[in-house]
DNA sequence: TGTGTGACGATCG
DNA sequence: GCGATCGCCACAC
């Protein structure tokens, strides 16, 4: 399994109302790098089988290359998934994180 | 095979 | 406190 695979992996199976950081499913994976990370999810660009929308920074923040519909749009899907947003684009990363680290494979 | 690059992270100014 | 810069590694061309 590629990394990328691994990535894609693991973003599929984040639970419905969590976030989870590019840094954390780089960690999870045993990468150094969250940039690949995005890298591996704009190639893909499957908003279908990964919900990349689940995926921000480390402050919260979404990502600023969602493509599919925006960041608008991004916020509204985690919105009516539950996700609790701070800032007007900052998630509630305490109340909302999804750390791989309890239910990692 | 080698170079460029990227949806980030951390540090420096 | 905020902005800019450097570094990281894996993938595409």
Redesign the pocket.
């Known amino acids: 399994m ?3 695979q691994k990535i894609l992996h693991s973003v599929s199976f984040i639970p419905e109302g969590k976030v989870t ?4 499913i ?1 960690t999870s994976n045993n ?15 499957d ?1 279908i089988k990964f919900p ?2 689940r ?1 921000v ?3 919260g923040s979404l ?6 519909g925006g960041l608008n749009e ?1 916020k509204r899907k985690l919105q009516l998934e539950g996700v609790e947003f701070l800032d007007d684009d900052k998630v509630d990363m305490y109340k909302c994180l999804y750390t791989f680290s309890d239910n990692s494979p």
Do not use: E
Request: aromatic share 14%; with cysteine.
């Open positions: 590629n990394s990328f950081t590019y840094g954390d780089a990468m150094k790098n969250a940039r690949i990370v995005g890298f591996a999810l704009h190639t893909n660009t908003p990349c929308h995926v920074k480390k402050d990502a600023s290359g969602y493509v599919f991004q």
